[in-house]
């Protein structure tokens, strides 16, 4: 029992709750958008394949998991934002975005950091490079001459929750240095703490833009 409780951590029961909702809102006539189906499945299969090698299979390390993760679900957030109305004049742009990010991220998992270490180079990357691309995405709805209602726009949500989590992560990663120095002084956990927080912002986030989702593609059916 204590050892599914490290499992079904806040982290992992904000996917579970995603995913869920995923499945209950992103119906067929939901497009491209029922991909978040199968990529918040995969995360959390890697989420419960990296923890029962540690605890059932007592393996020393299960970075290799991760690390193809980070690649596929950071391309995917990348790619997804191509989708969008007001990037449309942009998508070549992110297409080139996503395919230096994919073979920067293959050349560090195969030459330099290796799929045995997390690829933490590689996790900035796609921190800043998302972070960009939310920027942009705001930055070009704000030039927009029509009106659009932005708290009902599930592109919005998703920008806001990936902006969040990502500028977030890479402050994490810039003192995670400093965060296990004061863990092992105090023995408080402040490092996880902002983690579960980044990660809970952003699949409330997703959620969010699940059910504006469903809706929008409803009343456009009406």
Not at 12 to 37: D, Q
Not at 184 to 204: A, K, Q, R
Request: aromatic share 22%; hydrophobic share 50%; charged share 10%.
């Amino acid at each position: 029992m204590k050892e599914l409780s490290t499992l079904f951590n806040p982290t992992v029961t904000s996917e579970w709750c995603a995913f869920i909702a995923a499945l209950c809102l992103l119906r067929r006539r939901t497009g491209v958008w029922r991909l978040f189906i199968w990529q918040l499945l995969l995360t959390i299969i890697a989420e419960t394949f990296g923890w029962s090698s540690i605890y059932f299979w007592k393996s020393l390390n299960n970075h290799w998991i991760f690390n193809l993760l980070l690649l596929i679900s950071a391309g995917f957030w990348i790619w997804i934002f191509s989708r969008a109305e007001p990037m449309a004049r942009s998508r070549k742009l992110l297409y080139g975005l996503l395919i230096g990010f994919l073979c920067f991220g293959l050349v560090n998992m195969f030459f330099f950091q290796g799929l045995w270490e997390y690829n933490g180079y590689t996790d900035v990357l796609s921190d800043m490079l998302i972070a960009g691309v939310c920027c942009y995405f705001f930055y070009t709805i704000l030039r927009e001459e029509q009106f659009r209602n932005l708290f009902g726009y599930e592109y919005f949500w998703l920008a806001n929750g990936l902006l969040v989590s990502s500028l977030g992560s890479v402050v994490v990663y810039i003192f995670i240095n400093d965060l296990f120095a004061f863990y092992n002084h105090t023995h408080i956990n402040v490092y996880g703490y902002i983690n579960y927080s980044l990660n809970i912002i952003l699949y409330v986030s997703f959620i969010i833009a699940f059910i504006c989702r469903n809706r929008n593609t409803r009343s456009s059916q009406v």
